[in-house]
Structures are given as C-alpha cells and as structure tokens.
C-alpha cells in the first residue's frame, strides 16, 4: 500500500500511521528507508511493560530502521500521533458497517470494487451534508437542493 501510495502521487509521506496488523518488521524498515516515518503499535507493548520489561529498546539482529521505529513509539508524541489514527480511520469503517458493508454478496474483482465504492461515495456525500456554506450559513445539501 505503501509503495502505491508514493508511486500514485509522486512524493513521500512524512508520515504513516498503520494499524498493527500491518506493522510487519520488515515492511517499517522499507519504510523507513525512504524516509517515512512510521507510527504502529509495537507487539504486545502492554504485556512487555507489566512484566517490567523495554519493549522500546534495541534488539540483536534487528534493522537500525526497526529500532529506531520501536524508540519513537515510547516517546508521549508518537502516541499521541498515533492516537489520531484511529479518528481518522475507524468511523469511515465503521460508517460503512453500519450500513451493511459487512460481506460481499457479489464475486470478482470488478464487482466488489463497485460495492466499496458505492459505499465510499455514500460515506463522502453524507460528509459533504455536514459542510456549511460560510456565506450562507446553509449546508451543501440546501444549496443543492435549492439549485
């Protein structure tokens, strides 16, 4: 996703927030050796300090990229950077949840592309409801509707 990202727009993040099911070690050393920073959860951060132990520091045979990765998430910064992602990404998934983006009910590739994006625009268009007009003081919607 990374790398389609960069080669779609054509310049590098300065930043990736991921989920920790994506946060592969070999994937955050790629990306941090083109110079993105990446924010994710270290693996089983919460267990390792109950037991009393660093999860921020250095271990053998890991990539200088990794560490350096493992040493931001124990700054207050990269957790309250992190902390943001979830407001960007889960109420859209959620959003799209809720209304009944659950399952596939079609097959192909094609198919199910079109269903994600009927609910991408679905999602989009109810956020544009929420826009106000500074001039006006009346939602999109409105001056949609009054046109």
Same mark, same amino acid.
């Given at each position: 996703?990374?790398?389609?990202?960069? /080669?779609r727009y054509g310049l590098l993040? !300065?930043?990736?927030l991921v989920d920790g099911g994506f946060a592969q070690k070999d994937d955050i050393t790629h990306v941090e050796r083109n110079?993105?920073?990446?924010?994710?959860? &270290?693996y089983a951060e919460e267990k390792q300090l109950a037991k009393g132990k660093?999860? *921020?520091? !250095?271990r053998p045979r890991e990539s200088a990229e990794m560490t350096t990765h493992? /040493? #931001?998430?124990?700054? $207050? !910064? $990269?957790?309250?950077? *992190?902390?943001r992602r979830a407001a960007i990404a889960e109420f859209p998934n959620a959003?799209? #949840?809720n209304r009944g983006l659950r399952q596939f009910l079609?097959?192909?590739l094609a198919k199910t592309r079109a269903q994600t994006l009927w609910h991408v625009l679905a999602y989009n268009f109810t956020r544009m /409801?929420? &826009?106000?007009?500074?001039? #006006?003081?009346?939602?999109?919607?409105e001056v949609v509707m009054a046109n």
């Open positions: 996703m990374y790398d389609d990202v960069c /080669q993040p !300065e930043a990736y110079g993105t920073k990446v924010y994710a959860p &270290l660093d999860p *921020y520091a !250095e493992r /040493q #931001r998430m124990g700054t $207050a !910064e $990269a957790k309250k950077k *992190y902390k959003d799209c #949840r079609v097959r192909g /409801q929420n &826009l106000e007009c500074p001039l #006006r003081k009346t939602s999109y919607l």
